[in-house]
């Protein structure tokens, strides 16, 4: 058995892709100075010219995990980083908006095997949200240490074994054992025809 753990040296060849929400940028340009300001800590090249952190820049957090995603599918990043932030105002608009960038960023994840963190502020009013990102701490920083910690840890778990991104196929015994009979030579059928 081994334990694995993500570290926070070694990382002058992780890459990074953050994506940040234009929308609300009075929060979301003071999460990225944090983020930018952990990163730099670590030995990581935030410079826009450098070869570590790419910047992509979107409309609002809605549209943050679409371009996460494809980030992610690109291989070209350990780890990509979500900014963005989603002030209630006095419709449910905010409760649509939170709940869906939430669940997109968590399957560009788990889609991709690729680490996408959520760094997505949801707050009641501007004063919280400007709380959270640099008046009373920066949680742009913590959005960069579960970045780097993250992109380590998938390095070392990818290092001793085999293992590959989720494809969305189901194949193997193991995951056709609780199907009913047709189902389950359905999927055995596809899963021989790829093979020839």
Request: charged share 15%; with cysteine.
């Amino acid at each position: 058995m081994a334990v694995f753990e993500g570290s926070f040296t070694q990382t002058d060849t992780l890459k990074f892709g953050i994506v940040i929400g234009r929308f609300n940028d009075l929060v979301t340009g003071k999460l990225l100075e944090g983020c930018q300001d952990c990163l730099k800590r670590h030995g990581i090249d935030t410079n826009l010219h450098g070869t570590q952190v790419d910047y992509v820049w979107v409309p609002g957090s809605f549209e943050v995990s679409l371009v996460a995603r494809q980030m992610a599918l690109s291989g070209r990043y350990d780890a990509v980083i979500c900014l963005g932030a989603v002030i209630r105002g006095q419709t449910p608009h905010f409760d649509y908006v939170a709940a869906e960038v939430a669940k997109g960023i968590a399957a560009a994840g788990f889609q991709t095997g690729v680490p996408v963190i959520f760094g997505i502020i949801t707050a009641d009013n501007m004063q919280q949200a400007l709380e959270r990102a640099g008046i009373k701490s920066n949680h742009g920083w913590n959005y960069a240490m579960s970045a780097i910690e993250m992109a380590s840890l998938m390095r070392q778990i990818k290092s001793n074994g085999n293992l590959e991104p989720y494809s969305g196929k189901v194949v193997g015994p193991a995951s056709t054992q609780h199907l009913p009979g047709a189902l389950k030579n359905a999927i055995a059928h596809d899963s021989s025809t790829e093979l020839e």
